[in-house]
């Protein structure tokens, strides 16, 4: 079976998927493995309807009609730069019938010992910035990502510049 690791960074509305091995992705760039994390597994959860949401704040999953599904765990990346919630499954079923929220304060690793399928859209909706395009302000530049990692390529992650 194929593992799959996803990541959605909610406060900065990116996300990003690698459709490598959850082992191989943790040799790439991440420490947020399934396996060796030491995450607690929320087991197999296959929804395919209602609503998700993914609290980073409280590190709480939740659905609308199921009520609370688990607990994640904060972690912080190798770098100690970037914090995360990371949610950890023996596998994970998304389907298209599902709204999923992430609201929160951290950003947000969905992790899976075995398979992780998608197949709808991610919501990390912000709030407006300041002192950006929102206000008629130029924006800033960009960055490249939660610890500077090459999206869809296999270049390590390094962390961000000081």
């Known amino acids: 079976m194929k593992r799959r690791f996803l990541s959605a960074m909610a406060t900065a509305a990116a996300m990003a998927v690698a459709g490598e091995s959850a082992r191989a992705a943790a040799v790439t760039g991440t420490i947020f493995d399934p396996d060796g994390g030491g995450y607690t597994s929320l087991g197999a959860q296959n929804f395919s309807a209602g609503v998700l949401t993914f609290d980073t704040t409280n590190l709480t999953l939740t659905h609308d009609t199921l009520g609370l599904i688990g607990s994640g765990s904060a972690d912080t990346s190798a770098s100690g730069q970037v914090q995360m919630a990371v949610f950890n499954f023996d596998s994970l079923s998304i389907g298209g019938g599902v709204t999923v929220n992430v609201t929160g304060n951290l950003g947000l690793a969905l992790t899976s010992r075995t398979d992780l399928t998608v197949a ?17 302000q130029a924006g800033g530049a960009g960055g490249s990502g939660a610890e500077g990692g090459v999206r869809n390529s296999g270049t390590p992650a390094s962390a961000p510049p000081p």
Not at 122 to 130: C, D, W
């Open 120 to 136: 709808t859209a991610i919501g990390v909706n912000g709030t407006a910035g300041s002192f950006g395009a929102a206000d008629g």
